[in-house]
T-cell receptor
Framework: SQQGEEDPQALSIQEGENATMNCSYK?????LQWYRQNSGRGLVHLIL?????REKHSGRLRVTLDTSKKSSSLLITASRAADTASYFC???????????FGPGTRLSVLP | DAGVIQSPRHEVTEMGQEVTLRCKPI?????LFWYRQTMMRGLELLIY????????DSGMPEDRFSAKMPNASFSTLKIQPSEPRDSAVYFC?????????FGPGTRLLVL
C-alpha cells in the first residue's frame, strides 16, 4: 500500500492566491520531502522536513508536519503561473533511502 | 555541475528487443536511484545503490529488468526482452542522503 497520498488530486487557483496541498501517510517516518514536477520534466526537490520538526519555510513555500496525525501540508503563497506543476510528497519507508512517492497533486495556476 | 544526466532521452523499440538506459549521477553523490513513472502506477522505485552496491531491488518488476553500477559515475538499467507494458518514463536520481536530484528521464515506448 502507498505510504503517502496527496490531497487534493487536482487544484485550480487564480494567480496571487495561496495553494495548499496535503499529504497523509500510514507509518512512522524519519523525514518527509516535497517535490515539484513540471510537465515532461524530472522531479525537483523543494523541502525536506524531519520528524522532529513542525514547520519549515523556503521562500514562498511553507511546509508543516503533524506526526500525531501522520500528515503534512505544503502551502504556496502568492502563487504564480510558473507554479503550475504536479507536487509530490515522499516518505521514507522503514529503512534506508527507500522513499515512497504519493500520486501527486496537479496544481494549475490561472493567470 | 551539470546535474544528473540520462541517455537516451527518448527510445522507441519493438517488443522483444533489448533496451539499455544510462545514467551519470552528480559527482560526489553516493546514492543512485532508478524510478519508473506511468499514469496508472505513478512513480515507482525500481532499485537503489549505495556506493555502487545494490541495496534494495524489491521494486524491479521481474527478471527481465537488471541494473548495474560499475563505478561511482555510471549506471545502467537494462530490459531484456522488452514488452509493451514497459512503456514509461524512467528516471535516474542521485543523492548524498536526503534530497534526491532527478535527471530529465528517458521516455521509453515499446511497440
Amino acid at each position: 500500500s502507498q505510504q503517502g497520498e496527496e490531497d487534493p488530486q487536482a487544484l485550480s487557483i487564480q494567480e496571487g492566491e495561496n495553494a495548499t496541498m496535503n499529504c497523509s501517510y500510514k507509518t512512522s517516518i524519519n523525514n518527509l520531502q516535497w517535490y515539484r514536477q513540471n510537465s515532461g520534466r524530472g522531479l525537483v526537490h523543494l523541502i525536506l522536513i524531519r520528524s522532529n520538526e513542525r514547520e519549515k519555510h523556503s521562500g514562498r513555500l511553507r511546509v508543516t508536519l503533524d506526526t500525531s496525525k501522520k500528515s503534512s501540508s505544503l502551502l504556496i503563497t502568492a502563487s504564480r503561473a510558473a507554479d503550475t506543476a504536479s507536487y509530490f510528497c515522499a516518505t521514507d519507508a522503514n529503512y534506508g533511502q527507500n522513499f515512497v512517492f504519493g500520486p501527486g497533486t496537479r496544481l494549475s495556476v490561472l493567470p | 555541475d551539470a546535474g544528473v544526466i540520462q541517455s537516451p532521452r527518448h527510445e522507441v523499440t519493438e517488443m522483444g528487443q533489448e533496451v539499455t538506459l544510462r545514467c551519470k549521477p552528480i559527482s560526489g553523490h553516493d546514492y543512485l536511484f532508478w524510478y519508473r513513472q506511468t499514469m496508472m502506477r505513478g512513480l515507482e522505485l525500481l532499485i537503489y545503490f549505495n556506493n555502487n552496491v545494490p541495496i534494495d531491488d524489491s521494486g524491479m518488476p521481474e527478471d527481465r529488468f537488471s541494473a548495474k553500477m560499475p563505478n561511482a559515475s555510471f549506471s545502467t538499467l537494462k530490459i531484456q526482452p522488452s514488452e509493451p507494458r514497459d512503456s514509461a518514463v524512467y528516471f535516474c536520481a542521485s543523492s548524498s542522503g536526503g534530497a534526491q536530484y532527478f535527471g530529465p528521464g528517458t521516455r521509453l515506448l515499446v511497440l
